[in-house]
């Protein structure tokens, strides 16, 4: 599977600017917004004002008035030629940006600004009006006294202006200091992730065998679980490299000793005097071969066990029918040994298990059973259904353990002293770990009736 690796640094200061844009981009409008409302509120409060002033001075003397041409406001020289750099002592820019005329109702021209068109600026209709004239939106109101009509405009763009200007004043001032935030921003996640640069160079420096906890100087409190989580998992590589170093230790000195009985047997069969040394000595090397082929199995299926490579899926089991299958197998053997085998089934169970594993669990028990059991006795095979718990128990006829020896026998290659056996300490701790792989219980203890010893097993019930 291909990886693929991203700047997390990157991606914040990438996330926190997209969040910056879209926020000044909202305050930005909403800015603008309102300053063009206000700002048609107070032009348009100027313009009806202006109007009311020209009709109250001039307008009913105009009226009145024989005039052959309008008269016309003119404005200061230097405003007409170059308005943007005009000293405030000859007024202001926007004055060419502002008109007024003076109508009669019988269409005659009375007055005008030089900033005005010969023609009406909006048709002779009281109230605001937005007029376009050569090109160039204007706002217009008008207003009508007696006879005369007033009418006062001013370019459009003179609204726009200040609106942009006030979107302007808010926008810059944030740009600027986002700047300086996405730079801050920066600089504290490279300082916040120099942490996580220590610990990926502490790591690069240990060698494959250590496995000491990692620890640093200072630790945020964001990469303490990491760092908590890689401890645990180094502590269970280090127990699982142990467990790993015991279990071959162990099993090299476990099998030494049959390999060494077979290498002596063969060697007095080469030197035999007479067909029965030699059938004896042969006999004899079988045996050993088969208890180290035994034991053989036993440490690979222990091994499995241990490094769960021996799992299969779980599945619904009808416990009845595991046992017969598995007495059907064992029978004959533990026959050999003039023993017998019952199962007593109280009542039908399933569980949820691996199939193979259950198989051993209860082939090692009874073997176990048979090994330790009286060489003409009965092993009982029990199946019971207790409080929602399948009880599977396996109970010989044989020498009953100690209890001193109870806590030690689950312990891999511990034998109970005075065992004739011949195992090898394998079995039960085989049983004890496929329990707690199905996440039950187990226990040992002596027959109700004082002779022999009960191994009991508790598995969770399915229906």
Same mark, same amino acid.
């Given at each position: ?10 991606? @914040? ?20 917004? !309102? ?6 509120? +107070? ?47 000859? *007024?202001?820019?926007?004055?060419? #940006?502002?008109? $007024? ?26 109230? $605001? ?11 217009? $109101? ?7 009509? !007033? ?5 459009? /763009? ?37 942490? @996580? ?9 240990? #060698? ?12 945020? !409190? ?50 035999? /005097? *007479? ?18 082929? #035994? ?21 619904? +089991? ?12 064992? /029978? ?32 090692? @028990? ?10 003409? *006795? ?47 300490? @394998? *079995? ?32 969770? !019930?399915?229906?």
């Amino acid at each position: 599977m291909t990886t693929r690796l991203y700047s997390g640094r990157w991606r @914040l200061v990438g996330a926190t600017l997209l969040c910056m844009l879209l926020i000044f981009a909202g305050i930005g409008l909403g800015a603008h917004h !309102v300053a063009r409302r206000e700002s048609d509120e +107070l032009f348009s409060a100027r313009l009806a004002t202006s109007a009311r002033v020209l009709e109250a001075l001039v307008a009913h003397q105009l009226s009145s008035a024989t005039i052959s041409r309008p008269l016309v406001i003119a404005l200061p020289h230097e405003l007409e030629t170059d308005p943007s750099n005009l000293p405030r002592v000859y *007024g202001h820019r926007y004055e060419t #940006k502002i008109a $007024f005329q003076v109508w009669r109702d019988d269409g005659a021209l009375l007055a005008k600004s030089a900033s005005s068109p010969v023609a009406a600026l909006a048709p002779l209709k009281a109230g $605001f009006s937005e007029q376009m004239i050569d090109g160039v939106p204007w706002q217009v $109101f008008a207003l009508r006294s007696a006879n005369v009509w !007033v009418l006062t405009a001013e370019k459009d /763009e003179v609204r726009q202006e200040m609106s942009h200007d006030i979107g302007m004043s808010i926008l810059t001032p944030l740009a600027v200091g986002g700047v300086f935030m996405l730079i801050a921003v920066n600089l504290l996640l490279l300082r916040s992730m120099r942490p @996580l640069s220590q610990l990926a160079a502490r790591i690069a420096a240990r #060698k494959p065998e250590s496995l000491e906890p990692l620890a640093l100087p200072a630790t945020p !409190v964001e990469l303490a679980p990491i760092i908590t989580e890689l401890n645990h998992l180094l502590d269970r590589i280090r127990a699982a490299f142990e467990r790993e170093q015991r279990f071959l230790n162990a099993a090299a000195h476990e099998i030494r000793t049959p390999i060494a009985a077979v290498q002596l047997h063969m060697e007095n069969a080469l030197r035999a /005097e *007479g067909p029965q040394q030699l059938q004896t000595s042969l006999q004899c090397a079988m045996d050993g071969a088969r208890r180290t082929s #035994k034991l053989a199995e036993q440490l690979l299926a222990l091994g499995r066990l241990t490094a769960g490579n021996d799992a299969e899926p779980m599945r619904r +089991l009808s416990m009845p029918e595991l046992c017969c299958e598995v007495i059907g197998a064992v /029978e004959p053997l533990v026959a050999r040994r003039g023993q017998t085998v019952g199962l007593d089934v109280q009542q039908p169970c399933h569980v949820l298990g691996e199939p193979t594993q259950l198989q051993r669990l209860l082939q090692n @028990l009874i073997d176990n059973a048979s090994s330790h059991g009286d060489p003409h *006795g009965d092993i009982a095979v029990t199946l019971d259904v207790v409080d929602g718990t399948v009880l599977l128990g396996v109970a010989n006829d044989g020498p009953p353990i100690a209890e001193s020896e109870l806590a030690h026998i689950f312990t891999p290659y511990y034998r109970v002293p005075g065992a004739q056996s011949g195992g090898h300490g @394998l *079995g039960l701790a085989i049983v004890k770990e496929i329990v707690e792989q199905h996440h039950g219980r187990i226990v040992v203890q002596p027959r109700a009736n004082g002779r022999g010893t009960l191994v009991q097993v508790s598995l969770d !019930v399915v229906a």
